[in-house]
């Protein structure tokens, strides 16, 4: 028996356990669009193929699932293509599905079909960012590409993949029997362990040690590793640093946990990795900002320091960093083989309480030193108290999405993150105008949990119509426009270095300008508020949590850089010598 390929698309991913696809339409994927119209799955509809692919992100982050994303041909597909690469650089698992020219007219440049170097060569456009890219050029290899992309993308370093589909193959009929081959195929993998020997090894560089630390990146909620990362460093009472993308790894209340290494790292924490004796690595790729450029005088002393480096990834041990024991394994069965070897020969554990006491030392007189800021009654509002205000008002297991700029960086360094996976971050691509649609995604993903949306002006400037799906869909997010009418960032690095800041701020007429985010809002449907006075700014975001709608919140903040005692050699580029940052920027 035969069937049109898009109706057998649909089945298969029904089959997977796909609930969602986010996207947009095209001619070149209508036949996709008929067939979901009665399947249970949802298909979220959006304005802009880069919203689709950041809510793709967040839902894929949040719920721990592939996600998948359904665009249309040329521009559709390249629109996309930011949001799948910042999926690729955080190793985020999606399945991008694109329309692609009819098979039928290769050759004759058709409509926004991009041949200038080949005929039908769309997919080579992603080629440079996502694990692997498809052009499925008969329709009876169609089902077997398709359970090669998700098993690619779900497996090994995680990331995206895209199949790219000719339309005339999406109405084209094949057996039925060619899908139904690929249910047999398993849909999960065993991943790599470690052995006895090797944990033991590992635990004995550990103890041997005199002063030992464990460093997190993202890799430990990929694996969802996280409480087996807690069971490990308990026995043994090891600090804990992490990185960007390892933020909420181990809670920041937590005693054993340092904070935030790097370029935005404090002082402290940059310090205890500097003069660590052995480093435990725990899916890591040791990145830029996170260790200070890799100079050694400010957060990594490696090989000075002994590198133990665990990654599911063999490209990334041994990159930035010599090491004196590689493993490529999966490090949620790592951990929990060093569990079980370390309650066998180290069972009465290790305890440290100076150190603990240490760093509550630390978190306190960082707490003090932040105090000023946080009681500041000024409107602009300072972003400290900006980010204080918002943690004291949601709950614990509340999900933060951060843009870039002060939002990401004031997060990674003071915003208290309960749990694992609780605050979602462009980490590698960095990219402005990932928070807030990453936030509808992960809404969609955790429905009963709420999501706030911590972004910039700028930020949220790039894809406003995140509100018109919002709307449409009533998900309840909450944005918070930390509105500085800038560029902020960029505006206190060239104001250091440039004594200027031209570009980088918002101005019409000589004076500040920025649109009525609130007003804006309202006019898609949705609740917004723009904020007077600091006193407005925490009832006005309890109202909008208890609302459960969607809500903006437009609270304007002053202009200044987020602190850091850390290093990043773009400085020397700008000013060699001078030991310049950013400053503030005045409206």
């Not at 521009?75 to 190793?91: E, H, I, M, Q, Y």
């Not at 590689?326 to 290790?350: C, E, H, M, S």
């Not at 509550?360 to 108290?385: G, L, T």
């Not at 019409?508 to 007003?519: E, N, R, W």
Request: net charge negative; hydrophobic share 40%; with cysteine.
């Amino acid at each position: 028996m035969k069937k049109p390929v898009a109706e057998q698309l649909v089945r298969y991913l029904e089959d997977r356990g796909v609930t969602h696809i986010f996207g947009l339409c095209g001619h070149t994927n209508i036949a996709v669009l008929a067939a979901l119209e009665h399947s249970s799955i949802k298909f979220v509809n959006v304005r802009h193929e880069q919203i689709a692919a950041h809510m793709a992100d967040g839902y894929a982050r949040a719920k721990k699932e592939t996600a998948v994303v359904l665009c249309h041909v040329g521009p559709g597909l390249t629109n996309a293509a930011t949001g799948v690469a910042n999926a690729a650089l955080d190793s985020i698992p999606m399945v991008v599905i694109a329309g692609d020219v009819p098979s039928h007219y290769y050759g004759k440049h058709p409509h926004q079909e991009i041949n200038l170097h080949a005929d039908a060569s769309q997919y080579e456009i992603y080629r440079p960012f996502v694990k692997r890219a498809w052009r499925v050029d008969r329709p009876d290899l169609f089902p077997e590409i398709l359970e090669k992309a998700f098993q690619l993308a779900e497996n090994g370093r995680p990331g995206p993949v895209l199949v790219s589909v000719p339309m005339d193959i999406f109405s084209k009929e094949v057996d039925v029997a060619l899908f139904e081959k690929q249910k047999r195929h398993t849909k999960t993998l065993h991943k790599p362990s470690i052995d006895d020997e090797t944990a033991k090894h590992i635990i004995e560089k550990l103890m041997q040690a005199e002063r030992p630390l464990v460093y997190v990146g993202g890799g430990i909620m990929l694996a969802d590793a996280a409480e087996e990362l807690k069971t490990f460093v308990e026995h043994f009472d090891l600090p804990v640093a992490h990185t960007l993308m390892g933020k909420g790894a181990l809670p920041d209340d937590h005693p054993l946990t340092l904070g935030m290494s790097g370029f935005w790292g404090a002082k402290f924490v940059n310090d205890m990795c500097r003069n660590a004796d052995v480093i435990l690595a725990l899916g890591t790729r040791f990145s830029e900002a996170d260790c200070s450029s890799w100079e050694p005088e400010y957060t990594f002393n490696i090989p000075e320091t002994k590198l133990i480096h665990i990654d599911i990834d063999p490209n990334e041990i041994g990159r930035n960093y010599p090491t004196e024991l590689g493993i490529v394994a999966d490090v949620k069965q790592a951990l929990t083989v060093l569990n079980r070897v370390a309650k066998q020969t180290v069972p009465q554990g290790r305890t440290d309480e100076a150190l603990k006491e240490r760093i509550a030392n630390y978190k306190e007189e960082f707490r003090r030193q932040n105090a000023p800021h946080i009681q500041d009654d000024s409107y602009p509002m300072r972003p400290e108290r900006i980010l204080h205000e918002v943690r004291e008002v949601l709950p614990k297991d509340a999900i933060i999405t951060t843009d870039v700029g002060w939002n990401k960086n004031g997060v990674g360094q003071q915003f208290r993150a309960y749990g694992a996976g609780t605050i979602l971050t462009p980490g590698g691509y960095a990219t402005m105008g990932f928070g807030a649609p990453a936030a509808l995604g992960a809404k969609i993903a955790c429905p009963d949990r709420v999501v706030v949306s911590l972004v910039g002006d700028g930020g949220f400037g790039q894809n406003p119509a995140v509100l018109a799906t919002a709307a449409e869909e009533n998900i309840a997010v909450v944005w918070v426009i930390m509105n500085n009418y800038a560029f902020g960032t960029i505006a206190g690095l060239e104001k250091a270095h440039f004594g200027t800041t031209h570009g980088t701020v918002f101005q019409k007429d000589g004076k500040p300008y920025s649109p009525d985010y609130a007003a804006i809002a309202q006019a898609y449907g949705v609740e917004g508020v723009k904020i007077r006075s600091a006193e407005e700014f925490k009832p006005a975001l309890e109202r909008a949590i208890q609302a459960n709608k969607p809500f903006v919140i437009d609270v304007e903040m002053i202009n200044v850089p987020t602190p850091t005692s850390g290093h990043w050699n773009i400085m020397d580029i700008y000013s060699p010598g001078k030991r310049v940052h950013h400053v503030a920027v005045e409206r």
